[in-house]
Nanobody, 121 residues
């Protein structure tokens, strides 16, 4: 069983940046696809970004709403996945969750506890 722990959330002004981290323990991230999701108040949880490198080629996917502003990356040695968020907007305010899955990262089985991101206008 993997444990995923997010950190790096906080309050930032519109146009600012934050970097979220997701530290995994219990198993290596090398063998799983990793992703980020978010849930804003009163809304359903939505996909933000994902990364899968297990075939030797790194595939990254982004929601249209964050494309060009957010970047997902990983450090296998630290067993950690990151989400660099630039040009933040008030609509990016949400709880951000790290997730992993062996088969379908869009329907992940493993979740972190979430980290709050608030963007003020």
């Amino acid at each position: 069983q993997v444990q995923l722990v997010e950190s790096g959330g906080g309050l930032v002004q519109a146009g600012g940046s934050l970097r979220l981290s997701c530290a995994a323990s219990g198993r290596s991230i090398s063998y799983y696809a990793m992703g980020w999701f978010r849930q804003a108040p009163g809304k359903e949880r939505e996909f933000v970004a994902s990364m899968d490198w297990r075939t030797g080629y790194t595939y990254t996917y982004y929601a249209d709403s964050v494309k060009g502003r957010f970047t997902i990356s990983r450090d296998n040695a630290k067993n950690t996945v990151y989400l660099q968020m630039n040009s933040l907007k008030p609509e990016d305010t949400a709880v951000y969750y790290c997730a992993s899955d062996f088969n379908n990262i869009r329907a992940p089985k493993d979740w972190g506890q979430g980290t709050q991101v608030a963007v003020s206008s």
